[in-house]
C-alpha cells in the first residue's frame, strides 16, 4: 500500500525581502505563443501589491502571476513597450487570510481567450486590463516565487504546492489539483508538471527541491 500523501507545511514571506530563486529557467516563447500553466495555493491578508510566482526582467518584460492590492489575482505575458501584453485579473478577491487553489492556464493563442483563471476549483470571471500580441516574453531573468526580479514587490503571507506545467491544463486536471481543498501529488496528474516545489514538505534549507522532472531547484534567499 502506498503511503499517504502529506502536506504539513508551506513558505512564509515576509512582504520585505524574502524570494525563492530558481534561476534562468522555465522561459517562454518570445511572442507568447507556448502553452503555460501555473498552480499554486496562497493565504494572506495583503493589502498591497504582491508578486506570486514571476520571470521578468526590467519593468515588466516576461510573465507572472501576483495579487493586486483589492485581492484580485492576476497573470501578466508580455511587455509594457507598446503595451505588448496579455494583461486579466479575476473579478473576484482572495485576500481573506484563507487558504486558495489559484490555477492559471494559457493555451499559447497570444490572447486573452485563451486565458483562464481558476480559484478553489472555480472558473473566475476576468476583467481585461490588455489584450494584444505579447513580445519580449523570453528573458534572462530569474524564476522566482514570493518578489519580482528577485528585488520587486515582494508578497506577504503563505504560498504552498507551486506548479509549473508546459501545456494548458484542462479543467478536469484543475479539479484533480484542487482535490476539495486538500494538496496531493501532483505527479499522479494525467499531465505532470514540468516543476513542482512542495515548499517545506520534504525540503532542507536553503533548498527548495524541485519535484517534478524539471531539476529546477530554488534557493530560498533573505529566509528563515
Known amino acids: 500500500i502506498a503511503p499517504s500523501f502529506s502536506n504539513t507545511k508551506s513558505l512564509v514571506f515576509d512582504g520585505v525581502d524574502d524570494f525563492v530563486n530558481m534561476g534562468n529557467v522555465l522561459n517562454l516563447a518570445n511572442d507568447g505563443s507556448d502553452a503555460v500553466s501555473i498552480s499554486l495555493w496562497l493565504k494572506t491578508s495583503l493589502s498591497s501589491l504582491g508578486y506570486l510566482v514571476s520571470k521578468q526582467t526590467g519593468f515588466t518584460d516576461g510573465y507572472a502571476v501576483f495579487m493586486l ?44 481567450s485563451g486565458l483562464n483563471i481558476y480559484v478553489n476549483n472555480t472558473l473566475e470571471t476576468l476583467t481585461v486590463f490588455t489584450n494584444n500580441t505579447p513580445n519580449n516574453v523570453s528573458n534572462s531573468g530569474s524564476f522566482t516565487i514570493g518578489m519580482r526580479n528577485g528585488n520587486a514587490r515582494p508578497y506577504l503571507g503563505h504560498i504552498d504546492e507551486v506548479a509549473y506545467f508546459t501545456s494548458e491544463l484542462s479543467a478536469s486536471d484543475v479539479t484533480s489539483i484542487y482535490n476539495s481543498g486538500v494538496p496531493n501529488n501532483l505527479n499522479d496528474l494525467s499531465t505532470p508538471p514540468l516543476s513542482w516545489w512542495r515548499n517545506g514538505d520534504g525540503d532542507t534549507f536553503p533548498t527548495l527541491t524541485d519535484n517534478g522532472s524539471g531539476s529546477n531547484n530554488g534557493t530560498m534567499t533573505n529566509m528563515t
Open 69 to 112: 492590492p483589492t485581492g484580485a489575482i492576476c497573470f501578466y505575458l508580455g511587455s509594457s513597450g507598446s503595451s505588448a501584453r496579455i494583461y486579466a485579473c479575476t473579478q473576484n478577491t482572495f485576500n481573506n487570510g484563507n487558504w486558495h487553489n489559484i490555477v492559471v492556464t494559457y493555451d499559447g493563442s497570444q490572447d486573452v
